[in-house]
């Protein structure tokens, strides 16, 4: 009988993480994909994902529309609850026998937290890591929520099992995301022309140096997104470089992000940026691996830019304690600073390919490993209590401890 694992993608970065791994269980006679999608990913003003993930091929078997309208603090809590809801009802309807979830995102949360209550096993990927923002506490209850692991490097994996997760549930396999940007680098994409067919901006001549830019709000920082991303974009323009900028996700204070560029467009000051909602994964990775620099505070210049080798200056708190390559330099939001790491990672030029989040092999691993898994819930949350070297006092009450 089939496994039938649900994978749920509630943005952009979520079905770029674990586009490999579906294909994979698409392709396998042992396995059923059920693909559940929600969140920003219906949305258009986020590029709509949902259509990109249907033209790729996979069905999708629900929609659950969770996101509140404001993109504050408040809201992100109230969506989060209602994501558990209609979780909960996906759930119920389609059956899985896992379900497959990515990150840190606040809709994931919701997410895991049904599965779990329902007594569904969670598959965890990018588990273990440490980073700015909401973010990280985000990812570490959806750890303890879940019962497999598969992290992207060794130390995430110790991390993981240093908070009490049973060691043969944990599985350092790399990040699936690298599997995809391995085959689109081995295509050899030619953006040239297929580029500039969307978004808004000066057009760009990708034959010159440009930059990318990716900068998301910082939840923690609310309220300084506008005054943020200014600064980033300010000090581009005085560079008069070619810039190729993404929109903001979803969380609490895109508004304020969105309304820093919406104010530089109006100015007519964005003389040298073009703007995209969203681009799909094989076009962003060309454009990644094709430009002098790339900018902001995306994870995506840390986990992709490390294996492409891409110099990326990274600004503010946002993936504080990530684990990075020799490709990052690290900034405060000071103009000077930014200017100055731009200007010597431009200098510096491509680095070595660092395979630290992965070999491109991730999601043939994961299929592997559950190929030949079994998990009992209750039995692994007993597990967890009688081996447990965190809290020796609570293993020594149920008797494992003399």
């Known amino acids: 009988m089939k496994k039938k694992v649900c994978v749920f993608i509630g943005s952009r970065a979520n079905y770029s993480s674990i586009k490999a791994v579906m294909k ?3 392709e396998a006679d042992d396995f059923e994909l059920m693909t559940v999608v929600g969140a920003s990913a219906l949305l258009d003003r986020y590029g709509t994902a949902v259509k990109v993930i249907e033209n790729d091929g996979f069905e999708v078997f629900s929609k659950i529309h969770i996101i ?39 809709e994931i949360l919701g997410v895991a937290t049904a599965a779990a209550y329902m007594n ?29 692991h598969f992290p992207a490097t060794e ?21 699936p995301r690298i599997d995809e940007v391995k085959e689109i680098l081995g295509k050899k994409i030619d953006v040239n022309n297929s580029v500039l067919s969307c978004g808004v901006g000066s057009k760009v001549n990708l034959s010159k140096p440009f930059l990318l830019v990716l900068f998301h709000p910082v939840t923690t920082e609310y309220g300084k ?11 581009i323009d005085k560079m008069e470089m070619q810039t190729i900028m993404l929109w903001p996700n979803v969380d ?31 076009i962003f990775i060309a454009l990644m691996d094709k430009c002098a620099c790339i900018v902001g505070n995306s ?23 990530r684990e990075r390559g020799k490709n990052v330099t690290d900034v405060e ?29 991730a999601a043939e691993k994961i299929i592997n490993i559950l190929r030949h898994k079994k998990v009992n819930v209750q039995k692994q949350f007993v597990d967890y209590f009688e081996h447990s070297s965190i809290c020796p006092e609570v293993s020594k009450e149920r008797g494992a401890v003399d």
């Open 68 to 106: 509140v309208e404001g993109e504050t603090p408040t809201t992100m809590a109230k969506s989060t609850g209602l994501c558990i809801m209609e979780a909960a009802t996906v759930f119920d309807n389609l059956k899985p026998d896992y379900v497959l979830v990515v990150g840190d995102r606040f």
């Open 252 to 282: 609490a204070g895109s508004e304020d992000v969105a309304r820093g560029i919406r104010g530089w467009r109006e100015l007519s000051r964005l003389k040298n940026f073009h703007l995209f909602k969203n681009l799909p994964l094989d």
């Open 120 to 148: 569904i096993p969670v598959i965890h990927t990018m588990g273990g890591e440490i980073s700015g923002s909401i973010d990280e506490s985000v990812r570490h209850v959806v750890t303890k929520l879940s019962h497999i």
């Open 333 to 361: 939001f000071s103009k000077e600073e930014i200017h100055c790491a731009i200007e010597k990672s431009i200098r510096h030029g491509k680095h070595e390919r660092d395979t630290l989040y992965g070999d491109g092999y």
């Open 155 to 175: 130390l995430s994996a110790h991390r993981i099992m240093m908070m009490g997760e049973p060691k043969e549930s944990i599985h350092a396999v790399g990040c």
């Open 299 to 321: 994870s995506s210049a840390i986990r992709e830019g490390a294996y492409i080798g891409v110099p990326a200056v990274n600004v503010g708190i946002r993936q504080q304690g």
């Open 225 to 235: 997104g506008t005054q943020q991303v200014q600064a980033i974009i300010d000090v």
């Open 24 to 26: 994979k269980l698409k």
